[in-house]
């Protein structure tokens, strides 16, 4: 007894000497690391070595740290690391450790594998190989960018099937569900200071204060809201409380801010998939009072609305007049889809897009198709759009086919979040805003996606706490 007591006694002393050698190093180490770059990349580069530290030892807590930070990391689009060619922003590199790291752990390939969603997307990224190798082809070393982009799209699938192998039991799939939810408080308090200071994006809409929070566009936030939107809505109609109906109060303010036109499309296509599944009026209606009237009320929203109104769609790609910014989109798909009949097979290349429009900025940047399938076919051929349709028939069935299964947690369950993020996903597509390009939307549809196959329910709220 008396050995096992010394010889404990000597492990807590050995465990608090190399904790205290680890905080030496680490304090050193940064000390270092200020002295050579400053502090805001020492603390970038402190960051990178302790998500390192993470995804080595522990994997599961790498993820959660994943979805945690994402939405914060548009934000740094002017910082990079050149890899060649390639320039990664934080995000960019995220993606890429998500990759490395699901290599390094591996996951039960036969299992997750023939999950619908994960096969549909594997599929699709092989799909989209070809046009990896369009783009060097027919751009030289410019061709790069098909490497970046398909890292990102690479990324995504690594996120879904690291998820799906790592998060299995109800206290982990807890523990993703409220990290997700926690992704909300840096990109809306950043947004709601755009607001009190009118520091928002004002260049594709000019005079408008249109808030993006930490992320690349009014668009991408705009989508983003449009996930959490549709988890407050079924988690609310689960176990309604007050503070779920201040949370959506928070989701469809920041949602009018963005003066997203998309951002509207989706919060219509949400409400709609919420209200065709479950009948619920009064959410129904709180969401008319809560987005519709302050859409009467404010001039930037009935500018917008006007010119789309006002346009003669017809006459203006003919003369190629434009009034209004979904006219030159539909111009812009036009012209883009001409292009495209050049390569119809494997197209021009991943991410070539804004190499090949003739529509550029002032600094030479190229427009977006602002259309996934024009995109696709644009950028990977009928080879990759038939890819994106595979994706999307697989992942649309599993949504829509699935059976709940039967308890009493069983109305909580996700579905009806999925099927109002998958409405939005098609609906955009086909329509203005391009929403496979925008990260942060795909990044925690397939969080949710990987929280509903692991059996996750939402937490149940006593109803004495307030309906």
């Not at 949400?270 to 599944?277: D, L, P």
């Not at 001409?338 to 991410?351: D, I, N």
């Amino acid at each position: 007894m008396s050995l096992s007591i010394a010889a404990g006694a000597r492990y807590v002393e050995k465990r608090k000497l190399f904790q205290f050698l680890g905080l030496a190093a680490g304090f050193s180490l940064a000390a270092l690391l200020f002295a050579l770059f400053g502090f805001k990349l020492a603390a970038a580069e402190l960051a990178a070595f302790l998500l390192l530290a993470l995804g080595f030892l522990d994997y599961p807590k790498f993820l959660l740290s994943a979805v945690f930070i994402r939405s914060a990391l548009d934000a740094f689009t002017n910082t990079g690391l050149p890899l060649g060619p390639l320039n990664l922003n934080p995000a960019g590199l995220l993606g890429l450790l998500l990759i490395f790291f699901t290599g390094i752990h591996g996951f039960n390939n036969k299992e997750i594998l023939r999950f619908p969603v994960a096969k549909g997307f594997l599929l699709f990224l092989l799909f989209s190989t070809p046009a990896l190798f369009s783009a060097f082809w027919n751009f030289g070393a410019e061709g790069a960018v098909a490497v970046k982009e398909f890292i990102r799209l690479a990324s995504l699938f690594c996120l879904l099937v690291s998820l799906l192998a790592f998060f299995k039991t109800p206290k982990e799939t807890k523990k993703l569900f409220y990290v997700s939810l926690a992704s909300l408080v840096v990109p809306l308090g950043v947004g709601f200071y755009q607001v009190l200071t009118g520091t928002g994006d004002t260049f594709s809409t000019a005079g408008q204060n249109r808030i993006f929070g930490t992320l690349f566009h009014p668009n991408t936030f705009a989508l983003y809201l449009s996930v959490f939107l549709a988890v407050a809505l079924a988690w609310h109609k689960v176990a309604p409380t007050f503070r779920k109906k201040v949370l959506l109060g928070i989701l469809l303010a920041a949602q009018f801010l963005t003066f997203s036109l998309s951002g509207l499309a989706a919060t219509a296509a949400v409400f709609g998939m919420h209200f065709w599944a479950h009948k619920n009026f009064k959410i129904l209606l709180l969401g008319t009072v809560l987005f519709t009237i302050p859409l009467a009320l404010s001039a930037n929203w009935k500018t917008r609305f006007e010119q789309v109104a006002g346009m003669k769609l017809t006459e203006e790609i003919q003369t190629g007049e434009i009034s209004n910014s979904f006219s030159w989109r539909v111009l812009h798909w036009y012209v883009l889809l001409q292009y495209a009949k050049e390569h119809p097979v494997t197209g021009w290349g991943l991410l070539t897009t804004e190499k090949i429009t003739p529509w550029k900025t002032p600094e030479g940047q190229g427009y977006a198709a602002h259309n996934d399938f024009v995109r696709l076919f644009l950028e990977s051929g009928l080879v990759g759009l038939t890819g994106y349709f595979i994706f999307l028939f697989h992942t649309g069935r599993w949504i829509f086919r699935r059976k709940e299964e039967a308890g009493p947690k069983a109305e909580g369950r996700l579905a009806p979040v999925l099927k109002a993020v998958f409405a939005v996903l098609i609906l955009l597509s086909a329509g203005a805003a391009e929403p496979l390009v925008h990260t942060p939307f795909v990044y925690y549809f397939l969080t949710f996606i990987a929280l509903a196959k692991a059996g996750f329910a939402f937490p149940l709220t006593p109803a004495r706490n307030g309906r």
